[in-house]
T-cell receptor, first 113, second 113 residues
Framework: AQSVTQLDSQVPVFEEAPVELRCNYSSSVSVYLFWYVQYPNQGLQLLLKYLSGSTLVKGINGFEAEFNKSQTSFHLRKPSVHISDTAEYFCAALPSNDYKLSFGAGTTVTVRA | DAGVIQSPRHEVTEMGQEVTLRCKPISGHDYLFWYRQTMMRGLELLIYFNNNVPIDDSGMPEDRFSAKMPNASFSTLKIQPSEPRDSAVYFC???????????FGSGTQLSVL
């Protein structure tokens, strides 16, 4: 069994400030990890993914995430946010021996001017 | 490409009525997924298809729910009879690479009164 925990349900942040969204996973096997973003009234879009290789993954819109196996974490970061980054962000995990993608509960990011 | 297209965008119905949600995946994609999103349970996988064949429907809540994919360009999710607890946003997603990159539709907001 596996689970995905997003540690913050709401993250308010000022424009041009950095943001970090925390994600921890638990799994008995290796996992593939993803971050999706959901803008208001839209479906989810893939931001970035970690399958193997470099633990620092760069995605779209200036986001990046770092896979930390020892801490079972996959935190998402952006050094300077824009108003347009206001959205809900979902961390997801796919066990290497399974076919079901599990999503965390989501983190709502609200960027203020 | 127009992306994954879902209809209707919003559906309001009365308890006991039949509801049919529709999805057109991205052309050429061979996987199709139905998800349900609620505040209480987050994103839940209901069922997924590969090459029009249902692979795993273990997430379908009960016999009132059924899904079909008669061809590669169309899928339906039907609820009969509908109940207030079915109120949620239902997302359809498709992919070409299995679970590595899902493309989501904008969802159907279902309200059962």
């Amino acid at each position: 069994a596996q689970s995905v925990t997003q540690l913050d349900s709401q993250v308010p942040v000022f424009e041009e400030a950095p943001v970090e969204l925390r994600c921890n996973y638990s799994s008995s096997v290796s996992v593939y990890l993803f971050w999706y973003v959901q803008y208001p009234n839209q479906g989810l879009q893939l931001l970035l993914k970690y399958l193997s290789g470099s633990t620092l993954v760069k995605g779209i819109n200036g986001f990046e995430a770092e896979f930390n196996k020892s801490q079972t974490s996959f935190h998402l970061r952006k050094p300077s946010v824009h108003i347009s980054d206001t959205a809900e962000y979902f961390c997801a995990a796919l066990p290497s021996n399974d076919y079901k993608l599990s999503f965390g509960a989501g983190t709502t990011v609200t960027v203020r001017a | 490409d127009a992306g994954v297209i879902q209809s209707p965008r919003h559906e309001v119905t009365e308890m006991g009525q039949e509801v049919t949600l529709r999805c057109k995946p991205i052309s050429g994609h061979d996987y199709l997924f139905w998800y349900r999103q609620t505040m209480m349970r987050g994103l839940e996988l209901l069922i997924y298809f590969n090459n029009n064949v249902p692979i795993d429907d273990s997430g379908m809540p009960e016999d009132r729910f059924s899904a079909k994919m008669p061809n590669a360009s169309f899928s339906t999710l039907k609820i009969q009879p509908s109940e207030p607890r079915d109120s949620a946003v239902y997302f359809c997603a498709s992919s070409l690479q299995g679970w590595e990159k899902l493309f989501f539709g904008s969802g159907t907001q279902l309200s059962v009164l």
